[in-house]
């Protein structure tokens, strides 16, 4: 069945990217063809730079998301990179029977670095392919993008973060052993080790929930180096209010609700254990 494509890297599946699929589908309605989602296995500067922004969603995530909209298909930026628009142009008609091109409202492809839209409608028109450019998401008046997400989140700014997502941020993991520092002061914490690419939340404690064997827990979450007991590496500690079982090498999702306070070092374990008392309010 001829096909029409979008394509893009789509990190965090945010709001934007949803606006983008749901005129995909639109249209794909319209004029009788199969929607399709094209991204990459890896974000197209980690080959280009060598260097990629830290990811809101990993390959996982993103790819279970994108699959909620459309088709996907996961291409190989490397394979990829070298060919032109025209190139892709006839990649994507030749090999993926796809007869409508939906452009992001910025985005560009190909190595000859086109810089307007006309010059792909020229392009597709030339091979026979038509070329449509989506409409801009803007939220309180600027667009939605995961840059604008991952500056948000670096400013411990949750509620706005997960309002640009259209859902609430994640962190998931293998709950490893800790310092025991949470057990001797009354709250057990599930230490959670985070694929590395993933972004953190700036530094400090947050609350959020988790499911565990169909029940939802609340969770009060720290992020950091723990300064009162001095960790130099940087944890991410749950914990789960009211949940008494073993998690240790278990996966763990913990789902972000808002930001409580930065990190602090108190002068005792008993002062943080009277902090952590007033934190446990905000879950109320």
Do not use: W
């Not at 949803?18 to 929607?35: D, I, S, T, V, Y």
């Not at 260097?51 to 279970?64: F, W």
């Amino acid at each position: 069945m001829p096909r029409i494509a979008t394509i893009g890297f789509f990190d965090g599946v945010h709001c934007g990217h949803r606006f983008l699929f749901a005129q995909l589908n639109e249209l794909a309605c319209e004029r009788g063809l199969k929607p399709l989602i094209f991204t990459f296995d890896c974000h197209p500067r980690e080959i280009l730079t060598g260097v990629a922004p830290a990811m809101l969603t990993t390959s996982m995530e993103r790819q279970q998301l994108l699959m909620l909209h459309a088709e996907v298909r996961v291409l190989s930026f490397a394979d990829v990179q070298h060919l032109t628009a025209e190139q892709f142009m006839r990649y994507l008609q030749e090999q993926e029977d796809v007869e409508v091109l939906l452009m992001g409202y910025d985005h560009h492809f190909g190595s000859d670095q086109l810089k307007s839209f006309s010059e792909y409608e020229n392009i597709a028109r030339n091979i026979g392919l038509c070329v449509e450019r989506a409409n801009e998401c803007l939220v309180d008046g600027l667009p939605v993008s995961s840059t604008r997400i991952r500056k948000l989140l670096s400013r411990g700014n949750i509620q706005e973060v997960n309002r640009l997502l259209g859902y609430e941020y994640s962190l998931s993991g293998i709950v490893e052993h800790g310092n025991g520092i949470g057990n001797q002061i009354g709250f057990p914490t599930a230490n959670i080790h985070i694929d590395v690419a993933k972004h953190l939340p700036v530094s400090g404690v947050y609350t959020a929930n988790t499911q565990i064997d169909g029940i939802i827990y609340s969770v009060l979450v720290n992020i950091g180096h723990n300064p009162t007991v001095g960790n130099k590496q940087l944890s991410v500690e749950a914990h789960i209010v009211g949940y008494r079982g073993d998690l240790y090498g278990h996966q763990l999702s913990i789902h972000f609700k808002d930001f409580v306070r930065p990190e602090q070092k108190f002068a005792s374990l008993t002062d943080l254990q009277q902090q952590i008392e007033k934190d446990m309010h905000m879950l109320l």
